[in-house]
């Protein structure tokens, strides 16, 4: 079965600053995707990112990058510049195609003036 | 414009009274899901669907109900709500068609259950 952990709950940060959230991922399929969404106060659920496991290149969106490592079933989000808008809550998921996706607890970020 | 349509936004209920919670989205998505998030959990799936008529448990199916009759709609059923459904719920949608790389999963905006 796919897990995912993301083990900050909370996380703060200086505006212009920047700041890294964590996300662990277990899965024994060979093809799978990787995504970290942003739910502001609104709650609405926004794609920031998403990671093919066959491509090693990391992907970039704007000011938001990953570092994606498949051996270590790790694949952290750094938010660069943060700014007051990037505060909200990010979730980690994973998909196995065909299968379901899986999301992480959650980590809530602060973004300080 | 592409979208995932889910209603009501906000609902307060008492024990026992059957509810739905409807889902709906125009871009011809086979795979189709619910989910009800929780503080200090995140998203936990409750079904899914992968087409027609084909629904499968999520991590936790117990007190819901679901039916997949069109490709568009996936309701959400509630025979005898209780307390501890109360939660924020979202649908949403992916095509299987193509490299999911290529379109991330749709979610409603969600709707937010009181169950007293």
């Given at each position: ?37 942003k739910q502001p ?46 505060a909200a809550m990010y ?18 970020l602060?973004?300080?003036? | ?116």
């Open positions: 079965a796919q897990t995912v952990t993301q083990s900050q709950p909370e996380m703060s940060v200086q505006e212009a600053e920047t700041v890294t959230l964590s996300c662990t991922y277990d899965t024994s399929e060979s093809d799978y995707y990787l995504f970290w969404y106060p609104s709650r609405q659920m926004i794609l920031v990112i998403r990671q093919e496991a066959y491509k090693q290149q990391n992907a970039t969106e704007n000011r938001f990058s990953v570092n994606f490592q498949k051996a270590a079933k790790s694949f952290s989000l750094k938010i660069s510049d943060s700014q007051l808008g990037d979730f980690c998921a994973s998909y196995n195609y065909g299968q379901n996706f899986v999301f992480g607890p959650g980590t809530r602060s973004v300080l003036p | 414009e592409a979208q995932v349509t889910q209603n009501p936004r906000y609902l307060i209920t008492v024990t026992g009274k059957k509810l739905t919670v409807t889902c709906s989205q125009n871009m011809n998505h086979e795979y189709m899901s619910w989910y009800r998030q929780d503080p200090g959990l995140g998203l936990r799936q409750i079904y899914y669907s992968m087409n027609v008529e084909v629904t499968d448990k999520g991590d936790v199916p117990e007190g819901y109900k679901v039916s997949r009759k069109e490709k568009r709609n996936f309701p959400l059923i509630l025979e005898s709500p209780s307390p501890n459904q109360t939660s924020l719920y979202f649908c949403a949608s992916i095509t299987l068609g193509n490299r999911v790389g290529n379109s991330p999963l749709h979610f409603g905006n969600g709707t937010r259950l009181t169950v007293t």
